[in-house]
């Protein structure tokens, strides 16, 4: 590789009303990476991948949304 391509990994909170709460606001941690390509002298987004931590034992694999870093 010639220095073109860079990765970004963040893990940032997410507040907001959704559906899926009746009690209001709603926050969750989510981990994100993201992949950049320069070309033409500036910075590209060529790949995004968010996720949310699941339960591993549990059938179904529920999202996690209470977790905190």
């Not at 990476?33 to 590209?44: K, P, Y």
């Not at 987004?45 to 339960?55: L, M, N, V």
């Amino acid at each position: 590789m010639n220095g073109d391509v860079a990765f970004a990994h963040m893990l940032h909170l997410d507040k907001g009303n959704i559906h899926l709460s009746k009690a209001g606001l709603t926050e969750m941690w989510v981990r994100s990476t993201v992949c950049f390509q320069r070309s033409d002298q500036q910075w590209l987004i060529t790949h995004e991948h968010i996720s949310w931590p699941f339960e591993f034992n549990k059938q179904g694999g529920n999202v996690v949304m209470s977790l905190a870093p």
